[in-house]
């Protein structure tokens, strides 16, 4: 072996080298530091990485281009927990949903639940401290039909005109195409369709409408017994919603139905039952009829003769409840206006959700 074969070129040597070769070879050489790397390898990661970041971007901006929001983002609450019937007073008193006038601002302050000694209280304190706590949940409940209302709107107002139907299966793609719908937007109106068993666009907006604060107060009043009754105090079911599902509560000599027991829903919270009372109205085949005269007045009292097929009490059911609403004044709180619980105005007032079709 010869010396000269002994002695290794240095890294300068090297680099000229591969620049040599490289030139020879019409190639551009790369370095990492002094160290030479791969050309074809960075071209191809670097690629991988425009097309990664241009995928990220599409679905942002498909993500972004309409915004529903769930029900717990839609209003900033408090939520109050009490122990008893009393405590339940000065819970009321001290977050200001105690004395009420027309064209009150109403906290939105939500009462986790109803103390299981409701009925302790005077008649006159029991059915006060009742209204007093659902009424901002059911302005709450209502505002998020609003909002839902005002998104499905939005994504209408796109088509240059609306279709009557909405078919998702055969649809979907065109949607996109013809309209100019990112894909959450065709999302959305797949989900409202879904949530409100309604396809056709007249009736999805017919079923995508508020109720009157005064129904919602008179049902939950007349079917929880002021919040005294068993369901109302252990399953928060303020409106005598029945279920087939598992995990219902049971009544006294429950018969079964099809080897099934039907019992009462429960609950989360008393919002969650505002909500699902709401849902049922706007979307059940058996309130129809309330959903047509709503077509015609937001008057409560007419409303309620829409709800024939609510209880088996039918017509008497139907007297009871208007003379529950006219008896207590509760047209009244049709008038209250929804702030947040900073007392800073919120953008619903109840009063003027009637205009909406």
């Not at 008179?218 to 928060?236: C, D, I, K, P, V």
Request: with cysteine; glycine share 6%.
């Amino acid at each position: 072996m010869s010396i000269l074969s002994c002695i290794k070129p240095s890294a300068d040597v090297i680099q000229k080298q591969d620049k040599l070769l490289a030139v020879k070879h019409d190639v551009t050489p790369m370095y990492f530091g002094k160290k030479p790397v791969d050309s074809s390898m960075v071209r191809m990661v670097a690629g991988l990485c425009l097309i990664m970041l241009f995928f990220l971007a599409t679905m942002l901006t498909r993500y972004f281009s309409v915004f529903i929001p769930p029900p717990h983002q839609l209003q900033t609450t408090s939520t109050i927990e009490a122990h008893s019937a009393e405590d339940l007073l000065e819970q009321l008193k001290a977050n200001n949903l105690w004395e009420m006038e027309s064209f009150l601002e109403v906290p939105a302050v939500l009462v986790s639940k109803f103390p299981g000694d409701m009925a302790s209280l005077d008649t006159a304190t029991q059915k006060k401290a009742f209204l007093h706590v659902l009424l901002p949940a059911a302005m709450i409940a209502l505002a998020e039909v609003e909002a839902e209302r005002t998104a499905l709107e939005k994504i209408l107002a796109k088509f240059a005109q609306p279709p009557r139907r909405l078919n998702f299966d055969l649809m979907g793609d065109d949607y996109s195409r013809l309209a100019g719908l990112s894909q959450n937007e065709v999302d959305s109106l797949q989900n409202l369709c879904q949530k409100y068993r309604a396809y056709g666009v007249a009736d999805l907006r017919r079923r995508i409408s508020p109720v009157p604060v005064s129904l919602i107060m008179a049902q939950g009043a007349l079917e929880s017994s002021w919040g005294g009754s068993r369901f109302a105090r252990e399953a928060n079911n303020l409106f005598g919603v029945r279920t087939w599902s598992k995990g219902g509560i049971m009544s006294a000599g429950q018969e079964l139905e099809e080897g099934k027991s039907l019992s009462y829903a429960t609950y989360a919270s008393l919002l969650d039952s505002v909500r699902a009372y709401i849902l049922m109205l706007n979307r059940g085949p058996a309130y129809h009829a309330l959903r047509e005269i709503r077509e015609e007045t937001f008057d409560s009292l007419a409303m309620a003769n829409g709800l024939l097929r609510y209880s088996e009490r039918g017509s008497d059911y139907i007297a009871d409840l208007t003379q529950l609403i006219r008896s207590n004044g509760l047209q009244s709180y049709d008038q209250c206006a929804l702030a947040d619980k900073n007392g800073l105005r919120g953008l619903v007032r109840i009063a003027s959700l009637g205009n909406l079709r």
